[in-house]
């Protein structure tokens, strides 16, 4: 006679064999963060060192103010970004010292391969007169740079008084101000030069150029996209508010460009959609 096995596998034993070999595979390590006190610049230039090796996530003091006084090599207030990395802060505002005697730099420099984002951060009173990106430039092929929910503001360059993109850059903006900003030449908000260059939700205002495109000047092979946006209140010599340079391309989506001196957009018809 051929007995039946009285072993039946059971839901309840399966998920618990389930558990057993779940319990020894070992869990992946949560992403690193530093924390920056608030003020403390060394500590800054510290993590972004860092940061170059590690890809270490930055968190700053929230409603803080971090002065920078001493520059870091040519032109640069921080080290030079080639990691990957994200600077996050709330209404938190890094800024070159406007004190008399303080060296002309920059805030941020993203190298070729780097990849900045910036959050709720405030970038002031870069100063690189006849030099590049006033509070940001971004240089080369593979590097990034996002800002969201902060802003570029009074900074003053040759071009791109704001932000500079170099060949093969690119930059996202969302939810961001580029304001006061000044360049002698083109570009008092931002000169693009990159890659792509799209602005979401954000606001190009009050910026000032000696040439052209006292909001965004963009020249080839540069392709700027600005949606749901507003470029306000901007002056040039030519294009206060958009200059399209030739083989570039600037599309408007949803965007407002108005009231810029001498006119909004320059040459006229380059841009569709831009009257004035």
Not at 13 to 20: D, I, K, Q, T, V
Not at 77 to 101: E, K
Not at 213 to 236: E, F
């Amino acid at each position: 006679m051929t007995r039946k096995s009285m072993y039946r596998p059971t839901t309840l034993g399966a998920a618990a064999a389930l558990g057993l070999s779940l319990a020894v595979l070992p869990l992946a390590p949560a992403h690193a963060v530093t924390f920056v006190p608030c003020g403390n610049v060394t500590a800054l230039r510290n993590a972004i060192t860092q940061s170059n090796t590690t890809n270490e996530n930055i968190t700053l003091a929230p409603f803080c103010t971090y002065t920078v006084a001493t520059s870091v090599g040519a032109s640069n207030g921080l080290p030079a970004v080639t990691g990957s990395f994200t600077v996050s802060g709330y209404s938190t505002t890094i800024a070159r010292s406007t004190a008399a005697g303080t060296p002309d730099f920059r805030l941020f420099t993203v190298e070729s391969g780097g990849d900045l984002t910036l959050n709720g951060v405030h970038v002031r009173f870069g100063n690189v007169p006849g030099d590049e990106g006033g509070g940001v430039l971004v240089t080369g092929a593979g590097s990034t740079l996002a800002v969201n929910s902060g802003s570029v503001r009074d900074s003053n360059a040759g071009s791109g008084g704001g932000i500079h993109l170099r060949s093969g850059a690119s930059a996202t903006l969302s939810n961001a101000v580029v304001s006061g900003n000044r360049a002698s030449g083109s570009g008092g908000g931002i000169s693009h030069a990159g890659a792509s260059l799209s602005v979401n939700y954000s606001r190009i205002t009050g910026n000032t150029a000696g040439a052209d495109g006292g909001g965004l000047v963009t020249t080839a092979p540069a392709v700027a996209t600005l949606a749901a946006s507003q470029v306000t209140g901007n002056t040039a010599a030519s294009g206060g508010g958009i200059f399209e340079g030739s083989g570039s391309q600037v599309t408007v989506l949803a965007t407002g460009v108005t009231g810029n001196t001498p006119d909004n957009c320059s040459p006229t018809g380059a841009v569709p959609g831009c009257t004035g």
